[in-house]
């Protein structure tokens, strides 16, 4: 017997015993078994004797066919490709699991009333009570709320106010867990309840942990951009993060937040090994990276070692891809020996396509030369951008002579040090902290912004001598053709 909600696309309930599901199969050529998921993602399902199915519209005699399985059905002949197979099954149910009208009455029977509900004696609920604006008045001296656990006479706690008026939890044996005071300020006490080892003091939205030791301060002390606001300790171990001068959000080993070794900008930018930009770590001597958030730009510099590492684990395949707005144009692929570099070239991205003439000429145009790099001094062959431009002019990018405007550092941010001495704890008359000590610091203070500049650099231009090579290679045609007819005079 099936219930409602069982698998199928369920279209109607002919009457309150039989329900009707339809299922719809678009054919390819030939194809004559029909199972599994049909084009609405249903998955088959009917009781033999039980079902229409129609080819194209028109229903199939039962000679037609052959359904015997109760999940697919065998056409007696292949289809064409296109048409649409419907199987209509039709199923008997019944509703599962109902409650009759006695037993829902006996259930409601058995609540409390829904207005001003009242309980004498004990409640017992098993499961979860949500209220709504609940309030409970003790009437008790103590001013507290005893929660036990029947299965243990010392599984108790308390919750209520003590002498100071602070709002405060207890434990099993009587000891203060934690208090919430007047002035908002909450504490949460070791195993004794006399010392708070979790502090924050609203008034000067200062939150502390201690853990004997110091472990973990979060603070906030002065009024200086430089200064820590949050400090990790473990033993004479610090990491300090905060905010720099420059507004910069740093985490680094010392206090001076000025220049940590990572730099987050509210621009976005993010730097590691020291405070960057691109344009800086692009000047010689810096070695670090620089995430441009804002520009979307990434920059990487070390010295004497390799700057990225792009790793495809366990299969062969695109490691990198480039992308032009939405669409991948090329790509780096890896298997498992040799790197690929890839550019757009499916036949289905071109048209108009023509054979290569003249090509022969052309390569006679180009000027191959041998010259040398200025920077390194060493010799190679190749091209002149701006000439090769002119035969291929694919192969080249940028403009002969062209400059660009460049961001530099005129003169470097200057710091001095500061330094702040020791404040010891404040304690009210219950030994409460009020002010949390400050062990002595020294930080780097920003005295004066670096100054940035822009000037005019050179806008170099470049080529791409892979473009070079279906030049060649219809060059090397026309020859093997020229070849070819001389041979056969």
């Excluded at 080993?253 to 090994?273: E, K, M, N, R």
């Excluded at 550019?343 to 180009?366: C, F, H, I, Q, W």
């Excluded at 304690?427 to 780097?444: C, F, K, P, R």
């Excluded at 170099?460 to 045609?477: E, F, H, N, R, W």
């Amino acid at each position: 017997m099936s219930y409602l909600g069982d698998v199928g696309r369920l279209d109607s309930t002919i009457n309150s015993d039989f329900s009707k599901y339809t299922y719809e199969y678009i054919a390819t050529a030939g194809q004559t078994v029909f199972s599994g998921l049909d084009a609405n993602s249903a998955s088959m399902g009917y009781s033999v004797g039980n079902i229409l199915v129609s080819y194209g519209g028109a229903d199939l005699a039962f000679s037609d066919y052959t359904a015997t399985d109760g999940t697919s059905i065998v056409l007696a002949d292949g289809a064409v490709a296109g048409k649409i197979i419907r199987v209509v099954a039709f199923q008997a149910f019944e509703v599962s699991d109902a409650y009759t009208k006695i037993q829902s009455d006996n259930l409601l029977a058995n609540k409390a009333p829904i207005d001003n509900p009242s309980f004498t004696g004990n409640l017992d609920v098993t499961g979860t009570v949500t209220a709504d604006g609940l309030v409970v008045d003790v009437a008790s001296s103590s001013q507290q709320i005893t929660f036990s656990r029947t299965v243990s006479s010392t599984g108790t706690g308390k919750i209520g106010s003590d002498v100071s008026q602070a709002m405060g939890l207890w434990g099993t044996d009587g000891t203060k867990v934690a208090t919430f005071s007047q002035n908002k300020d909450i504490s949460f006490f070791e195993d004794t309840g006399t010392t708070p080892k979790f502090f924050w003091d609203a008034s000067a939205e200062n939150l502390s942990l201690d853990g004997g030791a110091d472990p973990l301060t979060i603070s906030r002390n002065g009024g200086t951009d430089s200064n820590v606001s949050i400090r990790f300790k473990q033993l004479s171990s610090s990491w300090y993060a905060g905010a720099s001068g420059s507004k910069n959000f740093g985490i680094g080993t010392t206090a001076d937040i000025g220049v940590a070794p990572v730099q987050i900008t509210p621009a976005g930018s993010v730097s590691f090994g020291e405070p960057l930009t691109i344009s800086q770590l692009i000047a010689d001597g810096k070695q670090g990276v620089v995430i441009d958030g804002g520009n979307g730009a990434l920059a990487a510099s070390k010295f004497n070692g390799i700057c990225a590492i792009f790793k495809r684990e366990n299969s062969t395949g695109q490691t990198v891809n480039f992308m032009r707005d939405a669409s991948v144009v090329g790509h780096i692929s890896v298997d498992t020996t040799s790197t690929s570099y890839n550019t757009s070239s499916d036949y289905r991205l071109k048209e108009d396509d023509v054979p290569m003439t003249g090509a022969t000429e052309r390569v006679k145009a180009l000027r191959p030369i041998n010259f040398a790099w200025k920077a390194s001094g060493s010799r190679v062959d190749g091209f002149f951008a701006h000439e090769l431009a002119e035969v291929v002019p694919e192969a080249a990018t940028g403009t002969k002579d062209a400059m660009m405007d460049e961001e530099y550092e005129v003169t470097p941010a200057v710091y001095e040090d500061v330094t702040t001495p020791a404040v010891e704890a404040v304690l009210d008359e219950d030994g409460m902290v009020i002010t949390e000590a400050v062990e002595e610091y020294t930080e780097s203070v920003l005295v004066t912004e670096a100054v940035m500049g822009t000037r005019s650099v050179p806008d170099y231009q470049g080529i791409d001598q892979s473009k070079l090579v279906p030049l060649l290679t219809a060059t090397i045609q026309e020859l093997i053709a020229r070849i070819e007819i001389l041979e056969a005079k």
